[in-house]
């Protein structure tokens, strides 16, 4: 099936640096998938969301915060009916869309992730590569999907993580998914590890 | 923003540096001299001759030793990034890491802890393309250390020219290795680029070979070739 995929890049201003570094990897993946389109554009730009099958918005850098600023920019987000896939700084967006708080928590390595719900992107305990400095608390029209290995008490350094109290453990969300709409939120990336998952949300 | 550059004068410090001069004000290059030929995170061939290309470049070097241990090698790196604040004040750091977790995550970490940027513009690349890329814009890059079948002596001193870059991705896709070096296949020296101010040239040098496959070119001597 063809299809037309929008990755919105995140970063501070218009064809940064950090588009190679964010955007890129995930164009260049999907590239290698037949049948399926893309477009890069910036979350500033005039954007006919229509044109497209599918949103991936990507992450951005370790100190980049500025869309936190220009939210009023992804209010597409509640209104579109396609499916969104929100990585790292995307699911960041996607939750303060949905009114919830961001959280401190610093997971900068290769951490484990524990599937909490079944779905359709990935499945079991796999490793990620996280680069974040905050995590999300999970707005009310989400579930949590995925969550961190690592719970608050076990990491003293991490005694500022968000935490999310689940079957009475304190847990550290890295993926949500929106209850009713095909909308997804990954804290770790993808694109640098567990590629399939970007493919299988491609073929949702 | 005023960055400084991890450079180990290889094609993806140079390549990466070039792309990101294009949005930023590249300032100073810091290199870690390692000790140890195994080094994780750092390029120690051509080491000795990384001040001739900061003049090419025209940009003061800051170089700081380490035994190359892991781990503690990084404590010599974030030294020599914090020197680069304080004395050239840098907001953010340039690499030229591709496909490392492991040099990435500890980049990362190193530039969040000291709260500056971490520039990665070469993350994740297609490597085909990286090459050509490195053609198209007239990077003049020198093979000088190989640790890897089916490289040999050979294969030391060869420009990477359209030749030379379809024997790479031959040998890579036949052998799955990394076309770009990036598994420490092969280590490369750049003597020139559009940020160069004058070419180098290689006027004398020996092939030091430490096994079939395992060997590097000792620099003896370079001259500076006005372009």
């Known amino acids: 099936m063809k299809q037309n995929i929008l990755i919105i890049d995140p970063s501070y201003k218009k064809n940064s640096i950090f588009k190679n570094e964010f955007c890129f990897p995930i164009a260049n993946m999907i590239k290698e998938i037949p049948n399926i389109t893309f477009e890069i554009k910036h979350y500033t730009e005039k954007i006919n969301y229509d044109e497209f099958d599918k949103i991936i918005i990507s992450g951005s850098a370790l100190k980049d915060f500025e869309y936190l600023n220009h939210l009023n920019k992804f209010e597409f987000i509640k209104t579109t009916n396609n499916p969104i896939l929100g990585i790292c700084a995307g699911m960041q967006i996607i939750a303060k869309i949905y009114e919830a708080k961001l959280k401190k928590c610093k997971e900068i390595e290769i951490t484990k992730t524990i599937t909490t719900k079944k779905n359709k992107l990935f499945s079991g305990e796999f490793d990620t590569y996280s680069i974040h400095n905050y995590s999300i608390y999970c707005p009310k029209e989400f579930e949590i999907i995925a969550k961190s290995k690592k719970v608050q008490s076990l990491v003293s350094e991490y005694s500022t993580c968000s935490v999310f109290f689940l079957k009475n453990s304190k847990i550290i969300i890295h993926a949500i998914k929106h209850k009713k709409k095909e909308i997804y939120g990954v804290l770790f990336h993808p694109e640098v590890k567990n590629k399939e998952i970007i493919e299988n949300f491609i073929n949702l | ?227």
């Open chain 2, 1 to 227: 923003m005023r960055v400084g550059v991890l450079f180990s004068g290889g094609k993806d410090s140079n390549y990466a540096m070039y792309l990101a001069s294009k949005e930023h004000e590249i300032v100073c290059l810091i290199s870690i001299i390692s000790e140890n030929k195994e080094s994780y995170m750092f390029q120690t061939p051509g080491n000795d001759f990384l001040e001739v290309q900061a003049k090419a470049l025209n940009l003061p070097l800051i170089k700081v030793k380490t035994k190359g241990e892991k781990e503690i090698e990084l404590k010599d790196l974030k030294k020599a990034i914090k020197i680069a604040i304080k004395k050239y004040n840098i907001e953010g750091i340039i690499s030229g890491a591709i496909k490392s977790n492991y040099q990435s995550i500890r980049i990362q970490n190193i530039c969040n802890d000291l709260k500056i940027w971490s520039i990665n513009p070469l993350w994740q690349t297609n490597e085909k393309k990286y090459l050509d890329e490195l053609i198209k814009n007239k990077f003049e890059i020198k093979i000088i250390a190989i640790a890897s079948y089916p490289f040999t002596r050979d294969t030391l001193g060869k420009i990477i020219d359209e030749k030379t870059k379809y024997e790479i991705i031959n040998i890579s896709e036949k052998y799955k290795i990394s076309c770009v070096g990036e598994g420490g296949e092969f280590e490369t020296f750049v003597l020139n680029s559009p940020l160069f101010k004058h070419k180098l040239e290689i006027k004398e040098y020996d092939k030091i070979m430490e096994s079939e496959n395992c060997g590097f070119i000792q620099i003896k001597k370079i001259s500076e070739i006005k372009k």
